[in-house]
């Protein structure tokens, strides 16, 4: 779509490029392709379930890494997300024409009250404000005080705050937010020899000072109690990654006499990931988080992606050096390949085909790429993508994590593919993103910028359709070489509402 004198202007007045807005717009105009898939990625096809021989064998890789202390470790937190979402429930219970629990959802949550590690602060607040406590305020059938308290600003503000900041475990008198949960965590499995913990959050600009205050808090403690130092850094998604927003007929969306600009999603986070100054990141969600005496598991798991990333990032490397200095013999580009094939599960029917030249300089393209390896759960009907194997632009397949909006539900076969999928993406990286001479590699050229898709928002009750961003853990690290490994369900244990935190996994 061609943009017209007005909206150039405008354009160009918000600081954006009037070519990536071009292409933004005909993003709209075109939609999106859907990814042609293979099949569901399992165990034994795809995904790895290390024997316990095995697990001790690289949880010892990684031990060593930290001792060794070469490697600059981060452990990467995207936390914007606000907390509103969490209290849908709550605030359809404001608004309904009754004012004493009716669903199951508000008895469980009145029910259970005093189990919830704000509880503390909740009924402070509702002293303050309204001279009594919960329990006097429940007694009284005044439970919508108690929620406006919970929520609004004149208590605790939890219906505005994002869910780092929010009181999630209990600890004796006190308690934990996830922002805490992550610190003790960072201590557990990515301390460096000199007991050094590099910890960095991806906030909105608007919640930074509240972060920043609770860390530089809370620190002190923590470094005493893990005997370790820390180190935490904040950044926010990038203005220049914002997209246009469009109304109904794909034309630019007009907030006022602006053109209205959306943020693009966590896609935009590959910005901020490009940002660091690491050789191996960790990257899981701000409210994937237990208590401390429910972490051995995590710690476990953590330690074995890590040890397997580190073992085949070197095999990898190796190799590339090896093509570096000059073709090797037939039978070792053969072999090459079977590890590209067989253990970083990237395929290529022509491959085999090449003559020498070909094949070296196919390896060398595709070994000396960012790597991750990522956690999958067992598909227990939790929302969220999944592994799968998917054909790339250039005729290869190899591993991918993909959302339902990737995949054509209307063709019978991908739409039974998806449904049957045995794993699911927890979120739970580790990524290796310098290259074998220890360069950084510039990661948004790994892009895969047809993975991004449309969606339906509204502002002001005017409809309005958004562009996200290929997502970080989707098309953002399509190009990257790939491992998926089986770990335990007890490693995922998001918090989505706020009853939630009445499962055991979030009681201390």
């Keep these: 779509m061609k943009?017209?004198?007005?909206?150039?202007?405008?354009?160009?007045?918000?600081?954006k490029s009037v070519e990536k807005i071009e292409e933004?717009?005909?993003?709209?105009?075109?939609?999106?392709?859907?990814?042609?898939?293979e099949c569901a990625a399992s165990v034994g096809n795809g995904i790895m379930r290390p024997a316990d021989s095995e697990v001790k064998n690289y949880i010892k890789i990684w031990d060593a890494c930290l001792d060794e202390g070469k490697s600059t470790i981060v452990k990467f937190v995207p936390a914007s997300g606000a907390a509103s979402r969490m209290f849908?429930?709550?605030?359809?219970?404001?608004?309904?024409?009754?004012?004493?629990?009716?669903?199951?959802?508000?008895?469980?949550?009145?029910?259970?009250?005093?189990?919830?590690?704000?509880?503390?602060?909740?009924?402070?607040?509702?002293?303050?404000?309204h001279g009594k406590g919960i329990r006097q305020l429940m007694d009284e059938g005044n439970y919508k005080a108690v929620v406006e308290m919970l929520l609004g600003e004149n208590g605790l503000n939890y219906g505005a705050l994002p869910k780092g900041l929010l009181a999630f475990h209990k600890y004796g008198k006190s308690f934990r937010t996830p922002l805490e949960e992550h610190l003790a965590e960072g201590a557990m499995y990515a301390a460096d020899k000199n007991g050094n913990v590099n910890v960095h959050f991806t906030v909105s600009g608007e919640h930074r000072a509240l972060f920043k205050s609770l860390a530089e808090k809370v620190l002190p403690a923590y470094e005493k109690e893990y005997k370790v130092k820390y180190a935490i850094s904040f950044s926010e998604q990038k203005p220049a990654t914002d997209t246009i927003a469009v109304d109904e007929d794909n034309r630019p969306f007009m907030d006022g006499d602006k053109i209205l600009f959306r943020p693009g999603g966590h896609g935009a986070l590959i910005e901020n990931l490009n940002d660091m100054n690491a050789d191996i990141v960790f990257i899981k969600n701000i409210d994937n988080v237990v208590p401390d005496s429910l972490k051995g598991d995590t710690v476990v798991y953590k330690k074995?992606?890590?040890?397997?990333?580190?073992?085949?990032?070197?095999?990898?490397d190796d190799c590339v050096r090896e093509l570096e200095d000059g073709c090797p013999a037939r039978s070792r580009l053969e072999e090459m390949l079977a590890f590209l094939e067989k253990d970083l599960c990237c395929k290529s029917s022509e491959a085999k085909g090449l003559d020498d030249a070909g094949l070296r300089d196919y390896l060398m393209r595709k070994l000396n790429r960012p790597m991750r390896v990522c956690g999958m759960v067992k598909n227990v009907g939790e929302p969220g993508g999944g592994p799968f194997f998917a054909y790339n632009p250039d005729g290869t397949v190899s591993l991918q994590i993909l959302e339902s909006s990737q995949i054509d539900m209307n063709d019978p076969e991908k739409c039974r593919m998806f449904k049957e999928g045995t794993h699911f993406n927890p979120v739970d990286l580790v990524c290796a993103i310098r290259d074998y001479k220890g360069n950084k590699f510039d990661l948004p050229e790994y892009v895969d910028k047809n993975t991004g898709f449309i969606s339906s928002k509204s502002k002001d009750g005017r409809k309005l359709k958004a562009l996200e961003l290929p997502g970080l853990w989707n098309g953002a690290m399509s190009d990257w070489n790939t491992v998926f490994v089986e770990v335990p369900l007890s490693t995922f244990n998001p918090v989505k509402t706020v009853n939630d935190l009445l499962r055991p996994q979030h009681q201390n």
Excluded: W
């Design 24 to 37: 933004e717009l005909n993003c709209f105009e075109q939609g999106f392709p859907f990814l042609k898939l």
């Design 304 to 316: 074995l992606i890590a040890g397997i990333l580190v073992d085949f990032k070197r095999k990898a």
């Design 88 to 129: 849908k429930n709550l605030y359809e219970f404001l608004k309904a024409d009754y004012s004493v629990p009716v669903t199951d959802f508000e008895k469980e949550f009145f029910g259970s009250i005093g189990d919830f590690a704000f509880y503390a602060l909740l009924d402070g607040a509702c002293a303050e404000k």
């Design 3 to 15: 943009i017209d004198e007005k909206n150039r202007k405008l354009i160009e007045a918000a600081g």
